[in-house]
């Protein structure tokens, strides 16, 4: 019998061949001993012997035996380490031996090549021909639908990380929840599982920049290629929320459709177009919507917190008291709101976000800081000294301050997330953006040239906002009004109750009904 791994093998014991009835099985030291004590039927053979031989006749047991020598002796050589040096003396050419040892060096060489590949079938690169790591990349082009990972183009407008599709499997459709914010600036998606109680896994995103509010503080209207440029992403995302099996949904459409004269008529415009039913909420949702989605960056610690969003056409500013009894839900806490009638592309077109000057951008921070006069909220603006207090920005401008101030290549979403700036490393950077033209700003991977005129407005926004409430130090939250939706709706449904994600995750295909 003809084995691929060790040669030549007889297809009968040697009992069996003689007539008599077959040996019981001996261990393979035993049998080793056995064949040497035969004497020359199991000595190699040498070129004197094996002329003598020619002539005669080779019977099968003889073969089996020239076999078994030949694999005993290799045997004893792995076992031992030994090389060419132990190797014994040559077999002849074309013997069943020299055959049969042939065939079984060429299965370890077979064996051998197998174990240097890997699972796809390309041969694994040794230490000394790794690639060179270019950088992290998490960030989707303009047009993106964020898959696993989503590639960055260098520019601001973003695509959101997904965790889910391709590192642990399709998610479970019935528990999807989905949220679209539709701004001044942004359009975006994002689709969400919950997993643990307070968290959530994201399924799908998707992020464009529309600028909606284009023209909007001039003309009191929604221009029509804004609106266009809007139904557009909005097919996107229409596109997104069909292929999925959504549970529970809000899509909420925020400043620019609030202040337009033709904000409702767009709306009906998108749902002919689109099929998407958007909401138009009020500021103070606004204002509680970040909040809830930020709630799981402030600690134990702080006891009081100031949380802004600055936006494309309006800036929500909370100030939350965290007393002894915490609640789950951050936005309880909040005792004091307001939301400033200006945002990054308003305050840009009335000042030039283009060419900005040290005159203009003082000009911005003037008037941003004469609507705060009007905010009263009294026994809740000296906290600069206190080791509780913090500030937290959730928008555009404090991610990119971030990403410059990490001198990121591209920018990336878990370095930025979460950061804390010093009031110095803040100063700074606007004092960096401050000194940069517009084509060093657009350069800038983290800014790139959609958000270029758009960056100091922000910085003029947040420096008002630091003047009002001055702190320490300043968290970064790359999080906003669609994570404060997916929070909410989760906590209404109770898909985080004690007990429930555990049956949830070991019976993913059952309905709670029937998880017993």
């Given at each position: 019998m003809n084995d691929p791994d060790h040669g030549l093998r007889p297809s009968v014991s040697g009992g069996q061949a003689t007539g008599g009835q077959a040996k019981p099985k001996r261990s393979r030291r035993r049998k080793g001993k056995a064949k040497r004590a035969q004497g020359p039927s199991s000595a190699p053979l040498s070129p004197a012997n094996s002329s003598s031989r020619s002539g005669l006749e080779t019977s099968p047991q003889s073969v089996a035996s020239d076999g078994d020598a030949v694999r005993k002796r290799k045997r004893r050589r792995r076992g031992k380490g030994g090389g060419q040096a132990n190797r014994p003396s040559q077999i002849e050419a074309g013997s069943p031996a020299k055959a049969a040892q042939e065939q079984s060096g060429q299965g370890r060489a077979n064996r051998k090549a197998h174990q240097q590949r890997s699972l796809q079938g390309r041969p694994l690169r040794g230490p000394e021909s790794s690639p060179e790591v270019v950088g992290p990349s998490l960030k989707a082009a303009p047009s993106s639908t964020a898959p696993l990972v989503a590639l960055s183009t260098g520019g601001r407008n973003r695509g959101e990380p997904s965790t889910v599709s391709g590192q642990r499997g399709e998610a479970n459709d019935t528990s999807l929840?989905?949220?679209?914010?539709?701004?001044?600036?942004?359009?975006?998606?994002?689709?969400?599982?919950?997993?643990?109680?307070?968290?959530?896994?994201?399924?799908?995103?998707?992020?464009?920049?529309?600028?909606?509010?284009?023209?909007?503080a001039a003309s009191g209207r929604l221009s029509d290629g804004a609106m266009d440029r809007?139904?557009?992403?909005?097919?996107?995302?229409?596109?997104?929320?069909?292929?999925?099996?959504?549970?529970?949904?809000?899509?909420?459409?925020?400043?620019?459709?609030?202040?337009?004269?033709?904000?409702?008529?767009?709306?009906?415009?998108?749902?002919?177009?689109?099929?998407?039913?958007?909401?138009?909420?009020?500021?103070?949702?606004?204002?509680?919507?970040?909040?809830?989605?930020?709630?799981?960056?402030?600690?134990?610690?702080?006891?009081?917190?100031?949380?802004?969003?600055?936006?494309?056409?309006?800036?929500?500013?909370?100030?939350?008291?965290?007393?002894?009894?915490?609640?789950?839900?951050?936005?309880?806490?909040?005792?004091?709101w307001t939301s400033l009638p200006v945002g990054v592309v308003t305050l840009s077109e009335r000042h030039g976000g283009r060419d900005v000057t040290p005159e203009s951008f003082a000009a911005m921070v003037r008037e941003v800081e004469a609507m705060l006069v009007d905010f009263d909220c009294a026994g809740h603006g000296d906290h600069g000294a206190s080791d509780d207090f913090h500030l937290i920005g959730t928008s555009g401008t404090v991610t990119t301050l971030a990403g410059v101030h990490l001198d990121l290549p591209r920018y990336d979403r878990r370095q930025v997330d979460g950061v804390w700036l010093s009031d110095a490393e803040v100063s700074a950077m606007q004092a960096r953006l401050l000194s940069w033209d517009f084509s060093a700003r657009a350069a800038n991977p983290c800014i790139g040239p959609d958000r270029a005129d758009l960056v100091l407005a922000g910085c003029a926004i947040l420096e008002a906002i630091r003047n009002r409430w001055p702190s320490t130090r300043m968290r970064v939250a790359?999080?906003?009004?669609?994570?404060?939706?997916?929070?909410?709706?989760?906590?209404?449904?109770?898909?985080?109750?004690?007990?429930?994600?555990?049956?949830?995750?070991?019976?993913?295909g059952r309905s709670e009904g029937q998880q017993k």
């Open positions: 929840y989905a949220a679209l914010d539709l701004g001044t600036n942004n359009c975006r998606l994002l689709i969400a599982q919950p997993t643990r109680p307070g968290q959530f896994r994201v399924v799908d995103a998707f992020s464009r920049i529309v600028r909606l509010g284009e023209g909007l809007s139904i557009e992403a909005l097919k996107v995302c229409a596109a997104k929320l069909r292929s999925r099996n959504i549970r529970r949904s809000r899509l909420i459409a925020t400043e620019a459709c609030r202040r337009a004269e033709n904000g409702e008529e767009f709306l009906a415009r998108v749902r002919s177009e689109t099929g998407l039913e958007l909401e138009i909420i009020n500021r103070e949702t606004e204002a509680r919507l970040a909040v809830s989605g930020c709630s799981s960056l402030v600690g134990r610690e702080a006891k009081s917190v100031v949380l802004f969003d600055i936006g494309g056409g309006s800036s929500e500013i909370a100030v939350i008291r965290i007393g002894e009894n915490r609640s789950s839900r951050l936005a309880n806490h909040i005792t004091h790359d999080r906003g009004l669609r994570e404060g939706l997916l929070t909410d709706m989760m906590a209404d449904d109770g898909v985080w109750r004690r007990g429930r994600h555990r049956r949830q995750h070991r019976y993913p």
